[in-house]
């Protein structure tokens, strides 16, 4: 059973950068789809980005340009760089670990190992 910790969340200002971290420990993240998800207050959690064994990532379209998901397999890490942020990237960002399937998407129905959350906040 995989365990999962994330960091580098953090208040940043309309246009800047940010890099999650998730720490993995119990498990290899190879052997998992993973994925990372977001909430903000009163909406439903979201797909963000998945990553798949061969590294090739896919991302929803609110991110899409602006988002790379990748891993450090030597360090069992996942990381989600996101530039050019907007306010409306505002939410809890969890990372998230599924069973392994040819090809990974980030539904979160599909994912049944969860971290705890990183909080981002874009200020205009």
């Known amino acids: 059973q995989v365990q999962l910790v994330e960091s580098g969340g953090g208040s940043v200002q309309a246009g800047g950068s940010l890099r999650l971290s998730c720490a993995a420990s119990g498990s290899f993240i190879k052997r998992y789809c993973m994925g990372w998800f977001r909430q903000a207050p009163g909406k439903e959690r979201e797909g963000v980005a998945a990553?798949?064994?061969?590294?090739?990532?896919i991302y929803t379209d609110s991110v899409m340009g602006r988002a790379t998901i990748s891993t450090d397999y030597a360090n069992n890490t996942l990381y989600l760089r996101m530039n050019s942020l907007k306010p409306e990237d505002t939410a809890m960002y969890y990372c998230?670990?599924?069973?392994?399937?040819?090809?990974?998407?980030?539904?979160?129905?599909?994912?049944?190992?969860w971290g705890q959350g990183t909080q981002v906040t874009v200020s205009s």
């Open positions: 990553i798949n064994t061969d590294g090739y990532g």
């Open positions: 998230a670990a599924g069973e392994w399937a040819s090809r990974c998407y980030p539904q979160p129905q599909h994912y049944g190992y």
